[in-house]
């Protein structure tokens, strides 16, 4: 504490928090900053919300009164045959677009923290494209908002096929579950895309690490919802 | 809080522009002024669910009354239970998270002042929103833990429950918000020294309550969103023609609703850990032990949520691990209880109105343990469930326990939030009345339980052999509130006219006592760096805190007074003065809330076949919502 | 939370303990270990005679933990980070888990 | 400080009021009273509570009164002793853990034998009956004797009772003081309970309740239970599960159109039994052994005028051909026997007059009072589903004025109707 004492004088102001990108070094008690402590409370709080929906899902798989159903066929009353309804081969799509965004996110985050570090001369294009933080920013973009198309185009195939949020149990609960992930991963594009208008504006560098690892670690939780739902969703019938 | 500072503190006017009034008040980002507001928003709740009380027991005063109409009388109890739970004792409780965080731990401000707001202004329109609907005979009837299918359209046809839904989503919005905002605050907001293990009692039970917030606000969120989208957009989720079960509701809703209760009282036994050791002239008994308990508490809290549901045939194995895990609970809570009692054991015990307060809270919450225990037996329950019994054993909790703990706190704090003391003859008029009252009105509702008479009615027949305790219920009440009136007097009118308090009024030993009564602006002109768990007795009488640890050599002479690093303030400059950065007013918050609650406002239209109006409403909240938070976030806190 | 109280009085510089991040090279292995996996999962779900087999459904369960377990460790770099976050997020994903089991039992999902 | 021993001993004196109260126990003054060991169920809940009551009156009295000896002994008094700064006692505080852990068990055990035993399957040779919930009165269906009946109860005592608990709407709590512990009806779910009443329990009425909040008149979902005799339960089912049989009191009715036979598609029109009925009505709870607190005692609200001496002028002939059919009561009342009335939308009147309360246990069963429920149900009982029927009444639910019903010699005739469904 000494040690502390010499370094941050008692003066006043050392410390307010900040919910911004400003730039006063604090005190705090951990050396932690605020915001990262309460991103992963908030993402311990997104734990029980996922652990509910899905679980929700789980309870009402099967009791469905009315089909189309996940995993089985189903002949209605009109004597109309409903395949499954579930689309693996596109969703296993789905589901490797949303991993290779969380590889591009890593290394989005890589490259701020390395932003200004000298690059050796020899260095390949996977060493060089790795500096570039604007890239993989957009790649991880891209990638998320990849995903939302097949989600818009799963989600539309199923009314087509009759299946709607109203039609029965299973619809009302697969598309509050992936509806529900799917608008976490919206705002994750949209925080991607507000970073990366930072980084074009006025560039990411080593200081802004903490604003790109908090955007980060909220996009892998999403992606982390994700493989358990493919698995719980999509593959276990 | 210039306006009410008391006249000893003219030394510095506190000059700066920010401090007087509404749009100060609007635009505030102060923990200290936010903590305020919580406070007067949430008593003017509980007058609001008092009143919804008065009236719901002079309609049960005799049998067959016809005081009000039965569907007046289903809103009542509904409006009561939710006002008093989520506007009135969580606010309540988030007034002293405001107010009292910060300065017990030593900081500048909340970790987040500008969300701090958004919690509050979030709060003030939810609670608006929902108790506004009562004015019009259309409020919530669906009772306060809202059962489907009851609350589904094909039941509850008005808008009445849609009202409900929306503002328990928003009131959850608001709940969250902070207490993330709290649990960083208290993980990394400590001054120097504030080790978790030196941290007031208070602040330790506020930090687990902030972790019950944070797992249990959830479920409901998920179980508000599946009712949601059955009333709007026609969802199955509840749909009995769709084979719907109504046990999913139950669940997800009391894997929030019991760690809730706690929610609710472990705030109040954080206060009466304030008050009855500076009462008592003794540090807490069992310091550690009430910190592990308090933990433990919180975390068997989310394991026992059906013994709500033991009527609802779980079957034997489950109703017994959930009532095993419900005995549980009354181990820790009744070491609580034990170790208050041992810290006034061989004290020096002042009745002061706030003690008075903690020791009834002592008395009246163990009746009302007492009561869960006998029903946490499965068998037992079934007697018991669903009539006034169990609305004596949760009134014994929240009135005994609860309220009686947030007054003691009211009463305690008073003279550092105003700078002076609240009168204590109508105090003690208070207190009595209170106390008299509560048991006039809660305790012979055991009886009328247990001889048959079930809850949620609104007129039963005479010579059921309930009409003597019902009248004694009514009277009760009628005190209660009368003397709720008194306070209310004696609150408002000590504002100006109290008798002046200095920094310490009480001879208490925290942090936050050590600077001026009210707390400037910055809250500590110097950082103050903390050597045991009772700083401000280190400083003042080094004997009182000789036997605990204090963790630096350097400190380990307490009777050194220079050894002692917390200063105690008197003088109060600007922040301006001092070279400290505050948080600057905005009003971003603010706007981003109405944002949020017009967003969801508009769905209301959505059953009114009026979707273009329900669109627009919406969709125009939504656009506020994200350009009021995207303003924030850009803009500079200090 | 007792390392936090350890750390209050050993904190130093902020970001000491953020040191030992995996390279570019490390982070592309484990993507591709995460794509092996989900390929093996949507594998298995095509050979109708893994389906039927009892343990399809705690395979797939396990290698659906596995790779959470990855991105969790490694992408959020949990595994190099404070310990304070692994608490944070492991308690709260502990009581999800139990809660969320606990509700299938209770409506007999198994 | 004498002011302070008063404070806690006001709880402390009341909690001995208790424990008084339950030992005398007088059904007479608290009719509803849960502390009985009138059925095994209940023997069962009671030991258990007796129990609870004894552990908690102890804790109860150990931690007052340690509070209160605490704050008198040690108040602050001038001159007296300065505080001891004590922090904490480890083997204190692990005695006043492991005191109520021990407590604790010594109420787990039984508790959680009594939830085995209770929760058991019904023994073999039970009287099975089938409980249905509905907004807001209780349909009970006894599926071994063909009987379909509302709002009140009859067991024979000395046989267990299972009860089969479903639900048409929203969920309803089935429950009976006396008897024991209740159970929730629960939408697409079946519930079960059961209980013996003791053999020597004589014939008696109990009161119920719906125990679950079910909406506007969840008050209003009262139960008559009568415990009777074997014998006199025989010779009640065998009569509920006959037709109704219709007696008109007016002796020369005209005769009705023949019905030829129940196949019959035509508008329907009941089949008026003219021939002599059975001797017997079978056995009724004698209406005068009813004790006061099981006769309802509500008062029929204000503005519903009646000309009762219309009801001596009733014709039921006229009532089962006209007004039963007018007045729509055909498509919600089933009445065994009258083709066409198959409805299960209220409660079945097959034998309604052989009831003694009506609207689930709201209201007595008699003329002028079936009178003003047939004219406006809605405005007796918040909300019900039954519509406003007299002609010119208003009706709450539909808001506007009804055109089109009985007049209230029409619902005369209907009164004399239902009052000879005996
Ligand atoms: C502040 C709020 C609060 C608190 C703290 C509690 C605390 C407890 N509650 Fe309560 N409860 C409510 C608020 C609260 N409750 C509400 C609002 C409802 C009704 C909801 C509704 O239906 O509307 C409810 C309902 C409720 C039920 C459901 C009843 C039913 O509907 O059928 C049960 C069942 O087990 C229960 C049990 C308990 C227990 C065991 C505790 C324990 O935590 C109590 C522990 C404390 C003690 C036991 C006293 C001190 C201990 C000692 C002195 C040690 C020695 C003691 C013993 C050995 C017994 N409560
Ligand atoms: C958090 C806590 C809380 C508190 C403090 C109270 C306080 C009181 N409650 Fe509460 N109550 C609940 C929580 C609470 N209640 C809950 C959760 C339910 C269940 C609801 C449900 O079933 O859904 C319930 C249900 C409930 C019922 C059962 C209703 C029913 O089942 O039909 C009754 C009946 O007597 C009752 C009575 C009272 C009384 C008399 C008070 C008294 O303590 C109130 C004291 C009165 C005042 C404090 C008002 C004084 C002020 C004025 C009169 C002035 C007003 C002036 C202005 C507004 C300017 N409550
Ligand atoms: Cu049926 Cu309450
Ligand atoms: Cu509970």
Redesign the interface.
């Known amino acids: ?1 000494a040690s ?2 010499a370094a ?1 004088p ?11 990108g ?1 730039e ?1 070094h604090h ?4 050396g ?1 900053d ?1 915001r990262k ?2 991103i992963w ?2 993402l ?3 734990c ?2 996922f ?3 899905i679980s ?1 899902y789980l ?2 798989k099967g ?3 009315v089909g189309p159903f996940p995993h089985t066929e189903w002949v209605n009353e009109a004597g109309k045959r409903f395949e499954p309804i579930l689309d693996i081969p596109v969703t296993s799509a789905s589901t490797a677009v949303l991993l290779a965004s969380s590889f591009a996110m890593v290394l989005a985050l890589q490259a701020v923290q390395l932003k200004g570090k000298p690059i050796a001369a020899t260095a390949g294009w996977w060493e060089r494209i790795q500096r570039s933080s604007q890239f993989w920013l957009a790649a991880t973009a891209f990638l998320g908002a990849t995903f939302l198309g097949f989600q818009a185009y799963e989600f539309t195939s199923f009314v087509h096929e009759g299946l709607t ?5 299973f ?3 697969f ?2 579950l992936t509806g ?1 992930h799917g608008a976490h991963v919206t705002v994750g594009v949209l925080w991607l895309m507000t970073l990366l208008w930072i980084d074009r504006t006025r560039g990411l560098g080593p200081k802004d690490e903490l604003i790109v690892d908090i955007c980060a670690l909220y996009w892998h939780f999403v992606d982390v919802v994700w493989i358990v739902i493919f698995t719980l969703v999509y593959l276990i019938s | 809080m210039a306006t009410i500072a008391a006249p000893t503190h003219a030394g510095h006017a506190e000059a700066s522009s920010q401090n007087t009034g509404i749009w100060s008040w609007i635009a505030t980002t102060d923990h200290k002024r936010i903590g305020t507001l919580y406070l007067w928003t949430a008593l003017f709740f509980f007058l609001v669910g008092g009143l919804e009380a008065v009236l719901i027991r002079t309609q049960l005063m005799k ?2 009354m ?1 005081f009000v ?3 007046t009388y ?1 809103q009542l109890f509904t409006m009561h239970g939710t006002t008093m739970v989520f506007l009135a004792i969580m606010p309540l409780s988030a007034a002293f998270f405001n107010f009292l965080i910060p300065l017990q731990i030593g ?9 701090n707001a958004f919690s509050y202004w979030v709060y003030l329109l939810g609670g608006i929103f929902l108790t506004v609907p009562i004015l019009f005979d259309v409020a919530p009837n ?2 306060w833990f809202g ?1 489907a ?2 609350t589904t359209v094909q ?2 046809p008005g808008h009445n429950i849609d009202f409900w839904v929306i503002g328990l989503q928003v009131l959850g919005v608001s709940s ?1 918000a902070a ?3 709290f ?3 208290i ?11 030196r941290m007031p009692m208070f602040t330790w039970m506020s930090f687990v309550v902030q972790f019950l917030l ?6 409901i ?3 508000l ?2 009712l949601l ?1 059955d009333r709007f ?5 509840y749909a ?1 023609a ?7 509701w139950q ?2 809703f009391w ?1 929030f609703g019991h760690p809730e209760v706690y929610i609710l009282i472990l705030p109040a036994f954080g206060l009466v850990s304030e008050v009855l050791p500076t009462f ?4 807490l ?5 009430m910190v592990y308990s308090g933990i433990m508490i919180g975390f068997l809290g ?2 026992v949520w ?1 013994h709500h549901m033991f ?6 194995v ?3 691990i959930f ?2 895990m419900t ?2 609970i ?2 820790p809570t ?2 609580k ?3 208050w ?2 810290t ?8 002061e109105v706030p003690m008075k307060f903690a ?2 809270l ?3 919450f ?2 009302g343990g ?2 869960g ?2 029903h946490s ?7 018991q ?3 006034y019994f169990i609305v004596a054993h949760f009134h014994y909790v929240l009135f005994g326990g609860s309220i009686m703990g947030i007054f003691a706190g009211i009463y305690h704090y008073y003279p550092k939030m105003t700078g002076r003391f609240m009168d204590t003859g109508l105090g003690n008029l208070h207190f ?1 009345g209170n ?2 009252g509560m ?1 006039l009105t809660f ?1 012979p509702m ?2 009328s339980g ?16 309930w009409d003597l305790f019902n009248l004694m219920s009514t009277y009760g009440t009628y005190l209660i509130a009368l003397s709720t009136l008194v306070f209310v007097w004696n609150f408002v009118r000590s504002r100006t006219r109290g008798a002046v308090a200095g920094n310490d009024p009480w001879g208490a030993g925290t942090l936050e006592w050590s600077i001026p009564s009210p707390p400037p602006e ?1 809250n ?4 103050p ?1 903390v050597t045991s768990r009772y700083p401000l007795w280190d400083l003042k009488d080094p ?6 640890a204090h963790s ?1 050599a350097d400190a380990m002479t307490i009777t050194d007074a220079h050894a002692v690093p917390v200063h105690e303030e008197t003088e109060r400059f600007t ?1 301006k003065e ?6 600057l007013p905005t009003a971003k918050p603010l706007f981003t809330a109405v944002g949020l609650m017009t967003m969801f406002s508009g769905l209301l239209f959505l059953r009114n076949d009026l979707f273009a109006v329900a669109m627009t409403i919406t969709i125009g909240g939504a656009c506020m919502f994200i350009g009021g938070l995207y303003a924030w ?6 | ?2 390392h ?2 350890k750390h ?2 050993a904190h130093g510089a902020a970001h000491a303990h953020e040191t030992h991040h995996p390279t570019g090279n490390q982070y592309l292995k484990i993507a591709i270990i995460l794509t092996i996996i989900t390929a093996i999962e949507v594998w298995a779900y095509y050979i109708p005679a893994l389906v039927a087999s009892p343990l399809f459904n705690p395979a797939l369960i396990i290698m659906s933990a596995l790779k959470f377990g990855i991105v969790v460790l490694f992408y959020m770099h949990i595994k190099f980070d404070h310990p ?1 976050f692994r608490l944070l997020f492991t308690a ?1 994903l502990i ?2 888990l ?2 969320g089991t ?2 299938m ?3 007999k999902v198994f | ?1 004498p002011k ?1 021993r008063l ?2 001993a ?2 402390a004196l ?1 909690f001995m009021v ?1 424990l008084l ?1 339950l030992t005398a126990c007088g059904d007479t ?7 009985t060991r009138f059925t095994d169920l ?1 023997s ?2 009671l030991s ?2 007796d129990r ?2 004894f552990w ?1 009156t102890i ?2 009295v150990v ?2 009164a ?2 209160i000896f ?2 008198i002994r ?3 008094r001038p001159g ?10 480890a083997i ?2 692990i005695t ?2 492991a005191i ?2 021990i407590i ?1 068990v010594l ?2 055990v039984p ?2 034998k ?3 035993q ?2 058991a399957p019904a023994p073999a040779g039970a009287l099975k009956v089938q409980v249905i919930g509905h ?1 807001w009165w209780w349909e009970f269906r006894y599926p071994e004797l063909g009987i379909v009946t509302a709002n009140e109860l009859y067991v024979p005592v000395g046989r267990t009772v299972s009860f089969e608990l479903t639900t048409k ?3 309803h ?1 089935f ?1 009976f ?2 008897m ?5 009806l ?4 079946t ?2 309970m059961w209980f013996t009443p003791n053999a020597d329990l004589g014939t008696q009425a109990w ?1 119920g ?12 979902m009262r139960i008559r239970l009568y415990t009777v005799q074997p014998d006199e339960f025989e010779s009640w089912a065998k009569h509920q599960a006959s037709p109704a049989v219709f007696n008109p009191l007016a002796p020369a009715a005209p005769p009705a159109t023949p019905v030829a036979n129940a196949s019959n598609r035509r508008p329907a029109v009941p089949a008026v039994d003219t021939a002599p009925a059975q001797p017997s009505t079978g056995y009724v709870f004698p209406i005068e052994k009813l004790p ?2 099981v006769v ?4 029929i609200p204000a503005g519903l005028d009646f000309d009762d001496a219309l009801l001596a002028g009733g014709d039921a002939t006229r009532g089962a051909t006209q007004g039963f059919m007018l007045g729509g009561c055909i498509g919600c009342h089933a009445i065994n026997g009258v083709p066409g009335a198959v409805s299960n939308i209220g409660p079945n009147l097959t034998h309604v007059a052989s009831r003694h309360t009506i609207a689930s246990g709201l209201y007595k069963f008699d003329g002028p009072t079936l009178a003003r429920w047939i004219k406006n149900a809605r405005h007796m009982k ?2 019900v589903i039954m519509n406003t029927i007299g002609r010119g009444e208003y009706d709450p639910g539909m808001k506007m004025t009804v055109t089109a019903g009985l007049d209230d010699r029409q619902i005369a005739d209907v009164v004399a109707y239902l009052m000879s469904l005996k």
């Open positions: 504490m502390h004492a941050a008692h003066t006043a102001g050392a410390d307010a928090g900040h919910d911004d400003h006063h005190y705090t008690t951990t932690l605020n402590i309460a409370a908030f311990g709080s997104e029980m919300l652990a509910s929906l929700t309870i009402y009791k469905s009164l949020i109203k039609t029965n149990l619809g009302s609960t598309f509050t529900f | 049998p067959n016809g109409s039965a569907e289903n900081a500048r401000d909340v970790a987040f002042p500008r969300l669906g009772g059962y299918p009851l039941f509850s969250l207490a993330f905002n649990i960083t605050t993980i990394n907001m400590r001054a120097p020294g504030m080790t978790l293990m944070v797992l249990a606000f959830p479920p969120t998920v179980a969103v599946f989208m957009f026609g969802t199955t989720f009995i769709a084979g719907a079960d109504p046990l999913l669940h997800l894997v008592s002239k003794k540090p008994f069992g310091y550690n032990v989310f394991g059906a009527a609802v045939g779980m079957g034997a489950a109703d017994s009532s095993m005995m549980l009354a181990i009744g070491v209880i034990f170790n009692i041992a006034m054991w061989a004290g020096e015990v002042r009745f020791i009834a002592i008395g009246m163990t009746i007492i009561s225990v006998m037996s499965p068998p037992a329950d079934l007697q469930t669903d009539t009595w106390l008299i048991n305790f055991h009886f247990l001889y048959g008479m079930p809850r949620r009615i609104y007129q039963y027949d005479s010579g059921q052999g910055y500590f002109a110097q950082l760096e004997s009182k805190t000789a036997g605990i630096h922040a001092l070279g400290i950065p505050m948080p976030l850009t803009s500079p806190l200090e | 939370m007792s936090d109280a209050s009085a304070l709260s009581l999800a139990c809660t606990a509700l039992f209770l409506f | 400080m302070l404070r806690e006001g709880p009341l208790v109260t003054v608290y009719p509803n009273t849960t502390f209940n069962s809940i258990l509570w609870l009551l908690g804790v109860f931690v007052e340690a509070l605490t704050i040690y108040r602050k007296g002793p300065e505080a001891k700064q004590i922090h904490g006692n204190l505080e006043w853990t109520p852990a604790l109420i787990a508790t959680v009594t939830i085995f209770t929760q907004q709407d929203v969920l709590s429950w003081p006396a024991g512990g209740k159970r929730d629960i939408t697409n779910r519930n079960y009161n309740f719906c125990t679950e909040y079910c909406g506007s008149s969840h008050a209003n006061a607190h309802p005692q509500t008062p918040p909300g």
